[in-house]
């Protein structure tokens, strides 16, 4: 049974920076795509980024509006994913979920397994 916990949400005011964890068990993590989602109060699952798995070449993906603000890491050995948000905006604010698959999309359907989600405000 995959397992995905997140962490490191939190209350940050605009211009901040937070580090997002997710780790996971359950299987050999380093083979699977790995992503963040978000979810703001009232509105669908919205892609974040993306890391294919080791076998993949661990490429990333990011919607356009992290503009380079976000980035995406994993690390194998620690069976954890990391999203690292810099220069936060107030329309940043979401529960964000880890979640895991077969291969990176952008398309929530696309992967099994999730985790609880972690809530980050930002501040205006």
């Known amino acids: 049974q995959v397992q995905l916990v997140e962490s490191g949400g939190g209350l940050v005011q605009a211009g901040g920076s937070l580090r997002l964890s997710c780790s996971a068990s359950g299987r050999t993590f380093s083979l699977y795509a790995m992503a963040w989602f978000r979810q703001a109060p009232g509105e669908g699952r919205e892609f974040v980024a993306a890391v294919r798995g080791l076998l993949s070449g661990g490429s990333t993906d990011y919607a356009d509006f992290t503009k380079g603000r976000f980035t995406i890491a994993r690390d194998n050995a620690k069976n954890t994913v990391y999203l690292e948000m810099n220069s936060l905006r107030p329309e940043d604010t979401a529960v964000y979920y880890c979640?895991?698959?077969?291969?990176?999309?952008?398309?929530?359907?696309?992967?099994?397994?999730w985790g609880q989600g972690t809530q980050v405000t930002v501040s205006s």
């Open positions: 979640a895991e698959g077969r291969t990176t999309s952008r398309g929530p359907n696309d992967y099994n397994y």
